[in-house]
């Protein structure tokens, strides 16, 4: 059968997210649906990308020269080498199968050929979804949870990253404050356009995004000048979480590399400048409700007893989510950064955060706009038509009548300990078997240790000191992180979802850094930590 593509674009589908393409979700694409649309569209390339032990998005391309061959190419999948991919398999018996996600599907913003681009499931040479690959993890992660906590776990990254180009004259024009750069506005942020244009590719490619905005980090050095930035995403499911955040930085990267500038994703780039996180929001969420708040809007006990969770295996998570000698020169006291295993609500010092959420049952934008929504009986106002009537009362039912309903749906909870350097479906992973671990214990238990580890006050304040004593701390190098992941390795094993070889891999990387005295070391090698930064910048 003669494969017959259009030669022309009916529209530019670079700018349309492919479920607007498709007209359907996600979660209804069908094979004949993505043949309908490649047939329609003039695709000509497929792209297959799948994320690796590297943390990195790696690439298959395809041509497609007819409809046999894509479909052969989307049911199929195509074999690959996962020795060249993953440290824990041999080159003796290396082959994995690639398999195409439908529902991933979007169109790569860069291609000048129209080109269709899949996030990708690994399987093994039986045909079988292979337990150790990323992907796979997180899955088991989510179905595990599910079954144990009747609740779905959900979650969101902020994502930040230093931008950095020649400081030409322009550049020189309205300078930005060293590490004032919090929601700078341009002139004084030179990159704002930028991080939106990132913004609206990653929406795009289907990535759910809250907002953009510049951070504190900004500093000239080297005659460049560099800023810090941040796009933060809205809770999803934890899957499609993690797929947003690779395909995120991989958009980043990319679009950089486009217009000449760099882009580094390292926890820490420069001695006394902000460094980098990745903090990962959770939400519990079961039958539309968000479990984290009471039926009076307060932080539940089903909340504290994840945080227990949270709390116990706090210094085995970064083994997942710090995983360079430069994730512990961002982890350092007196800095935003957390070092000791608390949490608190509204607390930046702690590592487990309760951010303000909108559950104070104040309807703060009628406050500001009292006729926002309209007579409450247009229809009895005169001269209002029929039909602008409808429009006001549907805009006013669509105002839920508790107040704070929308509020609780909001409300998250805030790890800020992990970085870019993750591998993000691990990091995601053992969150939830953390949160899990904390639902298992006890109601008594639990509380009890979300009670002793709850922090009040700045933990980094000198008066504080004698408190944060009390506290356990973070690891300070990757071998600590890898001690402790070997101390709590059979909690993450417990269920099927991390594989022996996969925690044997982690730790063997960790400690190839053989960094246990790094803290030492820097203090008497005053360029250490410069060596250190070069080496992990592009992580």
Known sequence: MAFVAKSTFVMDIRNHTFTELIGKS??????????RFVRDN?????????????????????????????????????????????????????????????????????????????????????GKRLECSPEYTLHKAMEKFTEKTGMRFEAMGELEYYVSAPEDEQMQAYPATDQKGYHESAPFAKFNDFRTECMYYIMLAGGKIKYGHSEVGTFRADGKIWEQNEIEFLPVEAEQAADSLMIAKWIIRNLAYRYGLEVSFAPKIAEGKAGSGLHIHMRLMKDGRNMLLDENGKISDIARRAIAG????????????????????????????????????????????????????????????????????????????PDEADRRESCADSVPADSGRLGAVKQTMEIRSADCSADIYQLLSALSIACSYGLSLSPEKALEIAARTYVDVDIHKAEN?????????????????A????????????????????????????CQFDDLDLRDRLRHNKNLELELVRKFFWC
């Not at 996600?26 to 043949?35: E, P, R, T, V």
């Not at 000191?465 to 992180?481: G, T």
């Open 483 to 510: 001690a402790s992941l070997e101390a709590q390795r059979d909690i993450y094993e417990a269920d099927g979802i991390f594989r022996p070889e996969m925690t044997d891999a982690v730790i063997r990387r960790l």
């Open 26 to 35: 996600d979660a209804g694409f069908k094979l004949a649906d993505i043949i």
């Open 310 to 385: 949270l709390m116990e295996l706090a210094t085995s998570i970064t083994a997942f989510g710090n995983t360079n000698p430069t994730s512990y020169l961002r982890l350092v006291p007196h800095q935003e950064a957390p070092t000791n295993v608390c949490w608190g609500d509204r607390n930046r010092s702690v590592l487990v955060r309760i951010p303000l959420g909108w559950t104070s049952g104040k309807d703060m934008f009628s406050e500001l706009n009292p006729d926002a929504y309209g007579d409450p009986h247009p229809a009895s106002a005169p001269g209002v038509k």
């Open 465 to 481: 000191e004698s408190r944060a004593k009390r506290l356990e701390h973070l690891p300070d190098s990757c071998m600590a992180s």
């Open 42 to 126: 003039g695709i000509r390339m497929v792209n297959f990308m799948y994320p690796a032990a590297d943390g990195r998005l790696k690439t298959l391309n395809f041509t497609l020269h007819s409809e046999e061959y894509l479909i052969s190419v989307l049911t199929c999948g195509e074999r690959v080498d996962g020795s060249s991919l993953f440290p824990f398999i041999e080159a003796g018996n290396s082959d994995l199968y690639v398999v195409p996600r439908l529902s991933t599907a979007f169109i790569d913003p860069f291609a000048e050929l129209p080109t269709l681009c899949f996030l990708c499931a690994y399987f093994d040479k039986d």
